[in-house]
């Protein structure tokens, strides 16, 4: 009896162990994007530093380079993405609708979203945080001078509820202007109707650059009045994807903890003798296949976008036109929040 107990936990270990190292299904959604040759990827409708347009239609920052990256992993090309531009209202929709495959836009994660929308959160690609800007005329220094002022403000979002908090909480009597889109709120702080604008501190650091007549007459201040932990969505009920999503993003965290770049992946790919760094490139092992990939995946990626180091300082860091500090988004080892599960 003791015996037959013996092979039996033997097979058992035997076949976990096969299950283990089996290949994983693509899934319902990569199955489709591969069908149809494109992600659709959901992106803000023009925000310097995350998701803008240029005149001719190219899609650059931040949320874009990740989707790029995805798509570059996922299809072998970052070129064979269809970006769908949609406001705050439009996003969840749009995404638990089916017509995009993946919201990569500027959005906090919540509790309240995370159990409502049937959209699972993937990969924090962005730490944030909800501020204030003022006319450098006004001669306010600190939010809390806010009392009884009016702020404009973009409704459906995070940043409302949050104004609504921050004013409770401290006694302020703040008269938030409401606005559906978020160019009808920055057209109404910069024409005067309201002392101030609020959204997330990045936010604040796009719309200054891009849409005041001088930028330097307008001041962001000090405080942070929330946490915005920012990142791309995907529908639940596809592990399949929802794993593709966050591996993909971790590998880019990982490539800049481990010194691979865009220019130096390839030298890599067959010189190097770091163990972490062959797992990430698929020179010794195929991580691919268990998400359902090829083993190449991560390498494209990082050809394409460069590391998470990389596609912060091109597009929001202190040489962009942004200017922000890596701050908190730096790596965990650099005083930052930005830590990469193994990819092992």
Not at 215 to 233: D, N, R, T, Y
Request: charged content about 20%; aromatic content about 6%; hydrophobic content about 40%.
């Amino acid at each position: 009896m003791q015996m037959k107990t013996l092979k039996l936990a033997a097979t058992l270990v035997a076949a976990a162990g096969t299950l283990l190292a089996a290949p994983a299904h693509a899934g319902k959604t990569l199955d489709a994007i591969k069908a149809r040759g494109q992600v659709v990827c959901g992106v803000n409708t023009g925000l310097a530093g995350f998701s803008a347009a240029d005149s001719s239609g190219n899609w650059s920052g931040l949320d874009v380079d990740i989707c790029k990256a995805i798509a570059a992993a996922t299809l072998g090309d970052a070129t064979k993405i269809k970006y769908v531009p949609l406001n705050a209202q439009q996003r969840f929709t749009a995404l638990q609708s089916g017509e995009i495959d993946i919201l990569s836009r500027n959005t906090t994660f919540t509790l309240t979203r995370d159990g409502s929308l049937g959209l699972s959160q993937t990969v924090v690609t962005y730490y944030d945080g909800q501020g204030f800007m003022v006319p450098v005329k006004s001669k306010i220094k600190s939010a809390k001078q806010l009392k009884n002022q009016t702020v404009c403000v973009q409704s459906g979002t995070t940043t409302e509820k949050n104004l609504t908090d921050f004013s409770k909480a401290n006694n302020l009597g703040i008269k938030p202007v409401v606005f559906e889109k978020v160019e009808a709120a920055t057209g109404a702080y910069f024409a005067g109707r309201c002392v101030a604008y609020t959204t997330d501190a990045s936010g604040l650091a796009s719309v200054r650059n891009k849409e005041a007549k001088n930028p330097a007459e307008h001041l962001i201040l000090p405080e942070l009045i929330s946490k915005e932990p920012l990142g791309p969505m995907v529908r639940r009920g596809d592990d399949e994807w929802f794993a593709i999503t966050k591996w993909v993003i971790y590998g880019l965290l990982e490539a800049e903890e481990y010194g691979v770049t865009q220019a130096n992946v390839d030298q890599l790919k067959t010189s190097s003798t770091d163990p972490v760094v062959q797992r990430l490139l698929g020179s010794t092992e195929d991580t691919g296949k268990l998400l359902g990939l090829d083993r190449d995946w991560m390498a494209r990626a990082i050809k394409t976008t460069g590391n998470y180091g990389e596609i912060f300082e091109r597009n929001v860091g202190p040489k962009s036109p942004l200017g922000l500090p890596r701050g908190i988004n730096n790596l965990w080892n650099k005083g930052g929040l930005q830590y990469a599960y193994p990819i092992r």
